[in-house]
């Protein structure tokens, strides 16, 4: 049964530092890994999709990288701003199933 | 284009009762999945609809059930609600296995 686990839960940084955030996941034979966005009460905003064959993705002020051979996926956000602040979520996409098993969440505060 | 659409946005409803949800996909996509989020328990997988076909379903009782439509469009109903039902439902669609897009999600409150 695939496990997915965000590290910390929780996270309050000074505008303008760097954020990592943490995926670990038990079952390495994923299709592919997607971070989700979410602010309170709303729903889920897609940020990044990595493919199992990738080792990372950009967009603009956030990078995601994947090591399935570990089952690690890491997030970045660059000079983090007020309005990152959020839940941020990984989840696992397994061909063999059609769903995403998810992460408890990090939730992020960038303090001004 | 247009968005994964869910209604309604909120509801209450009392114990016992049932409630239906809908979901419009983003046109073209034919996969439609749900998930219930709480606080305690997270987001997780309820089922997954693919031209008009349930491929699976997560581990929910039997009161929980959906159905998809001709159109894409996907309906969850919940029968003889309980206090525990109350969540957040969010419904995501895709056009292949290459990534979801969900929807704004249904706040049901159940008294």
């Known amino acids: 049964k695939q496990e997915v686990t965000q590290i910390p839960a929780a996270l309050s940084v000074p505008e303008g530092e760097n954020l990592v955030l943490n995926c670990s996941f038990t079952d390495s034979a994923i299709y592919n890994l997607q971070w989700f966005r979410q602010d309170p009460g709303k729903g889920l905003t897609s940020l990044l999709l990595i493919q199992s064959s990738q080792r990372e993705q950009t967009s603009g002020r956030l990078n995601a990288s994947l090591d399935k051979s570990s089952g690690r996926s890491t997030l970045y956000i660059a000079a983090s701003q007020p309005g990152d602040s959020a839940t941020y979520l990984c989840a696992v996409f397994k061909a063999a199933g059609n769903k995403l098993t998810f992460g408890g969440g990090t939730r992020v505060l960038v303090k001004p | 284009k247009a968005g994964v659409t869910q209604t309604p946005r909120y509801l209450i409803k009392t114990r016992g009762q049932q409630v239906t949800l809908s979901c419009s996909p983003i046109?073209?996509?034919?996969?439609v999945s749900w998930y219930q989020q709480t606080p305690g328990q997270g987001l997780q997988f309820l089922f997954e609809y693919f031209s008009e076909t349930q491929r699976n379903k997560g581990n929910f009782p039997g009161r929980f059930s959906g159905r998809q439509f001709s159109n894409s469009r996907s309906e969850m109903n919940v029968s003889t609600l309980e206090l525990g039902d109350s969540a957040l439902y969010l419904c995501?669609?895709?056009?292949?296995?290459?990534?979801?897009?969900f929807g704004s999600g249904t706040r049901l409150t159940v008294v």
């Open positions: 995501a669609s895709s056009y292949t296995r290459d990534g979801y897009t």
């Open positions: 046109s073209g996509h034919r996969s």
